[in-house]
RNA sequence: CGGGGCGUAGCAUAGUGGUAGUGUGCUCGGUUUGGGACCGAGUGGUCCGAGUUCGAUUCUCGGCGCCCCGACCA
């Protein structure tokens, strides 16, 4: 991608009405555009770098059996008036409008009901379960008060997963089996050693459920962590820290975190409301069991900004990162300068490697801060001195380490990566 | 939803009851070229409505919007 070509621009000074690091960077780096309070567009680099995530929960989600759905965001008033979610004093932000004709109709926050009667059309037999449905889309919450930037908002996009199982036994049997899968989304893109499984409440329908909590100032959350065992305790159940077999005992340390992702025991509640039973081996009826699994990707994105950045810009994880390399002409009006450095992009570009090229007539240092605010991993440069040695220099983003590499040898393995 | 703060060019930031200033961005010209370089010339603005006033960007009221603290987060 020729950076001359791409409309985004980065910005010196971050729009005074955000406060939160992420949206600062977020905005100035020109990876989203705020639209109002909560919603964020996304702009090529950052839906680049939003792809990347929702990849590897993609692939973390097949992997477990998942299998890849989209429902419809416009939801029937009669699904959710079966579970008695439809009611504002049960589900305080919903976000409802009506039809030309009058009906009544919500923006779906979260979707048990619907896909349950989706699956009733579909499951009848004991031999149809477990299933593993999920979807990556947008969710509405009309939330009292937006905040942090990306990390709380009205609009934003989410993986939610939802098993179906025979049993409550099944049920648990998968559940742990979730717990392995987002500990690996989590080490994937990134955040493996600042994220933490923590106890918290389950809501109406289980006692527990478990978030994913990433230490960080930013975060919304307040968690007891036990580093010995690396498990962790939400602050909404530290009064029950002596029942909980894992912390009996144990001295914690409170931390500031962001919930990063929360799975969820779900029982029968919504597959009975909306009438969804299966036959068993006898022919007799039988209720189906229900967790429910999700990851705010907006939010994981705006953590790793919170996590990685420096006082210079974002530092992204090569795994989420927009483009692996970031080439960077210095002098292009130098013949050979601009030559070698088109050739080295074309050379990448041929061979899959995710590069951005700027190839911009800009002063060196204007450059150079503009990429470590972009904060794409490795940096090339190439420049008459370099060019000079016969070298071109690479930068790491995370460490600042340069190395400097022959040319000739670069054009030759990136000759035998095309081929 | 309770409390607090704020709204001046694309962005940031001054100031004033009487022709709105600076930085940055953008356009043009020139000098530069390893850390947002310099010189010159342009471009572009008072959130909306009502009131007070000869005159409102400024004062008053209302609306809309944004941020922060709290509550909330099924």
Known sequence: MLQSKLFTKTKKEAPKDEVSKNAKLLIRGGFVHKEMAGVY??????????????????EEMDAVGGQELHMSVLQEKSLWEKSGRWNDEVVDNWFKTDLKNGTEVGLGSTHEEPLSNILKDHISSYKELPVYPYQIQVKFRNEARAKSGLMRGREFLMKDMYSFCKSEEEQHEFYEKSKKAY??????????????????????????????????????????LDE?????LNKELLDEKENLEEFKGKDLVEHKSAEVGNIFNLGTKFSEAEGFFYLDENGEKQKVWMGSYGIGLGRVMATIAEVFADENGLVWPEAVAPYKFHIVALDVKNEEVRKTADEIHRMMERSNIEVLYD???LSAGEKFAESDLLGIPYRIVISENNLKEGVLEIKSRKDGEIKKIEKEKILKSLLESDS
């Open 228 to 232: 010995s065992s690396g498990l962790a």
């Open 41 to 58: 567009s996304y702009l090529p680099l950052g839906l680049r770098v939003l792809k990347k995530i929702e990849n590897v929960i993609r």
């Open 359 to 361: 190839d911009r007539d």
């Open 183 to 224: 500990t690996k989304i989590f080490e994937r893109v990134g955040l493996g050693d600042k994220t933490y499984m923590t106890f918290a409440s389950g809501g109406t329908y289980s006692k527990y459920s478990h978030e994913f909590q990433t230490l960080t100032e930013a975060g919304e959350d307040t968690i007891y």
